[in-house]
């Protein structure tokens, strides 16, 4: 798969926001590589010796299927200092909930065994607050979601823009959830491209073994 990966599913998942998305191309080749981290695999800044490797999830994804806390830790956010940070706000979903139960439902695989995947999110095990995620995917048995947040900005004959979370999902030795969020922004102003990227590791820990 092409490295702007993301991008080109969000162009392709809203045809309204094309001219945008092609301006957040130009960004990314021009300035920067997206990365789609599919496997997800640990670098400079996962902390391996605490959290051991990245696992895969399976087939379809289906490993992650789990309750697990919602309150974890961040690191690489800011210098490498662990900061708390919640399952929740990671997936850009509004909840204090204590626990956060995730299971995988494949809507269509592909031809290489890759999956588009819906991402059933139940904050304390209560349906009534389910939340759905479509713009998941499991390539290379790493859950990657796209688009889990996006803003965009424009103002005539001065440029536009916007920013974008992605989250890719494996887990650790010890059955917790690992992910590593690829924050991102591209803007073209008067004519040049600009593109920033973080992409912090989290780890939250699992609840139901």
């Not at 009534?128 to 889990?148: D, S």
């Not at 999902?169 to 969020?181: G, M, N, T």
């Not at 593109?195 to 939250?204: D, H, L, N, T």
């Amino acid at each position: 798969m092409p490295a702007p990966l993301t991008f080109a599913l969000g162009c392709h998942m809203n045809r309204l926001r094309g001219r945008l998305c092609a301006s957040f191309l130009v960004a990314a080749i021009s300035q920067g590589c997206v990365t789609v981290h599919a496997p997800l695999v640990a670098d400079l800044e996962y902390p391996s010796s605490a959290w051991g490797e990245p696992l895969a999830l399976g087939p379809e994804c289906k490993a992650v299927d789990g309750t697990y806390s919602n309150e974890g830790v961040v690191i690489g956010a800011d210098g490498g200092n662990s900061q708390p940070l919640l399952l929740t706000s990671a997936l850009n979903i509004s909840s204090n909930a204590q626990t956060v139960s995730l299971s995988v439902r494949t809507r269509r695989l592909d031809r290489n065994g890759d999956a588009f995947i819906t991402l059933r999110v139940v904050p304390d095990g209560n349906l009534a607050g389910l939340h759905e995620l479509e713009g998941c995917f499991c390539i290379k048995q790493t859950l990657a979601c796209t688009q889990v947040s996006e803003t965009y900005w424009s103002l005539p004959y001065f440029g536009l823009g916007g920013t974008q979370q992605n989250v890719y999902f494996a887990l650790s030795h010890d059955h917790s959830l690992i992910a590593k969020l690829q924050n991102y922004h591209a803007d073209v102003i008067l004519g040049l491209p600009i593109f920033g990227m973080k992409e912090p590791w989290a780890r939250f820990p699992r609840l139901d073994r």
